[in-house]
């Protein structure tokens, strides 16, 4: 394997950022020195990345890349493609396919075609139904168990909580939440009955019906000892209550940042159903708590619930248009932006965004600018300035919620694992991604 050098980048590390030199060889990152220091060293390939930023590569914990099933609206390659443009590289795919992922032999298949078609590394949940309980513990190879406790898209569900008891007590593997209420959010729908609008949406998957299944979660985690993950958090009543209820290496949450980013009612009037995703975007106060949640640590990490729907799915108006949209490719570039307004550092981001997310799920050798881990890294201009624009993403739907914002601080090189998945506006042929390592001693809880 070619041995890469990339100089005088300033690297970013959660201490701070420092300008040095970076040797890749066999995949990982062999050496890490001073400026200067490696100039001479006979490197295959020598990158000269002066007035960039090299940071860890992100890990986004929470996409939908819609393979097997609905591929008309994203599959592993396109959403792998669109990941590595966003600097992305490692996901988490969810089970919500069709069929969904249900059984050990379900994700076996998922891993072995994303090994034909991903552009970056992978890991995939398997899904829980009321009776899936043996299948769940057969699943070896995934990254944890995926809950929808409040129906969203697709069929998996478990709302009642003696199937909840039953999961949560036996296995090992991290639990993952989509945490709304369903009996809460059918008897808010009844009440409405036709009368629904889009600007209902909020209201009818209501913040109590949000704060109602994280509280039990919470309290099944506690009972069983289980490591928890609270997907998407979206209201502050939630975050008060982590603040004050979850244990530290046993309970973690996320946020996606389309919740702090967008809000109710004006982002819904200005996008329509595109604005329309599960759980809802909300009004300012909760994008408030959920930012400053972050910053305090209260929630741990950021993903996206890339939910891809096309243009045209979304057109079908409330209540048919399904909920979700598209984030991948553009998580980096939001939170990079926020960088340059000032409001949080490139540390936070690697906490955040790499750190965070390989810690909470035991990635083994990702989310890290260390000599030995994955050369899993992205190059960044902070200094450059380009519009979101529908029909120039690589997302099959091709579409974004920040059409037309114009973001300050870009990826422009992606590579995983030393080679260069994404590079000045091209990629790699697909097939170059492989399956996350998890530390099986990680399952043993506490982790801090
Ligand atoms: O809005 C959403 N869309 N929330 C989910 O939980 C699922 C997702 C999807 O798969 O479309």
């Not at 993950?229 to 939630?238: K, M, R």
Request: glycine share 8%; charged share 25%; with cysteine.
């Amino acid at each position: 394997m070619a041995s890469l050098l990339i100089l005088g980048a300033e690297i970013v590390t959660p201490a701070g950022v420092e300008p040095k030199d970076i040797l890749i060889e066999n995949e990982k990152i062999s050496r890490i020195e001073n400026p200067g220091s490696l100039s001479s060293f006979k490197a295959d390939e020598i990158v000269n990345a002066q007035g960039l930023t090299l940071m860890p590569g992100v890990i986004d914990p929470q996409v939908h890349f819609r393979e097997p099933g609905n591929t008309h609206k994203e599959d592993l390659e396109s959403g792998s493609r669109a990941a590595a443009a966003g600097g992305v590289t490692a996901f988490l795919d969810m089970p919500n396919t069709n069929p969904p992922a249900t059984t050990a032999q379900a994700l076996r298949e998922k891993i072995a075609l994303a090994k034909t078609k991903c552009h970056v590394d992978f890991g995939f949940f398997v899904g829980a139904t009321p009776d899936n309980l043996e299948e769940l513990l057969a699943a070896k190879e995934a990254c944890g168990i995926k809950i929808f406790m409040g129906s969203s898209t697709g069929t998996l569900l478990v709302s009642q909580r003696p199937d909840l008891e039953k999961i949560f007590a036996k296995g090992h593997k991290l639990i993952a939440v989509h945490a709304e209420d369903d009996n809460m959010i059918k008897a808010n729908r009844e009440a409405m009955g036709d009368k629904a609008t889009l600007m209902d949406h909020p209201f009818i998957r209501s913040p109590e019906a949000a704060l109602k299944a994280t509280t039990l979660a919470v309290e099944l985690a506690k009972k069983n000892n289980r490591r928890l993950h609270v997907l998407h958090l979206t209201t502050e009543e939630e975050v008060r209550f982590l603040e004050k209820e979850k244990v530290q290496g046993l309970i973690s949450a996320e946020v996606c940042p389309q919740h702090f980013l967008l809000q109710f009612p004006e982002d819904y009037e200005r996008l329509g159903t595109y604005a329309q995703m599960n759980p809802p975007i909300r009004e300012a106060r909760h994008g408030k708590a959920l930012w400053q949640a972050l910053k305090d640590g209260i929630i741990e990490c950021t993903a996206t619930d890339h939910a891809p729907h096309t243009r045209e799915e979304k057109a079908k108006g409330y209540p048919s248009a399904p909920a979700g949209m598209p984030g991948v490719e553009t998580l980096l570039p939001v939170m990079l932006n926020r960088v340059n307004q000032g409001l949080c550092s490139l540390s936070d981001l690697v906490r955040w965004m790499c750190e965070g997310p390989a810690r909470l799920y035991g990635m083994v050798g990702k989310g890290k600018i260390e000599v030995g881990y994955d050369a899993d890294l992205v190059l960044v201009d902070m200094k450059l300035e380009r519009k979101v624009q529908n029909g120039h993403l690589q997302t099959k739907v091709n579409w974004s919620p920040y059409d037309g914002r114009t973001l300050k601080g870009w990826p422009i090189m992606t590579l995983v694992r030393g080679r260069f998945v994404y590079r000045d506006g091209k990629f790699n042929e697909p097939g170059w991604g492989k399956p996350i390592q998890f530390d099986p001693a990680w399952e043993k809880i506490p982790h801090k």
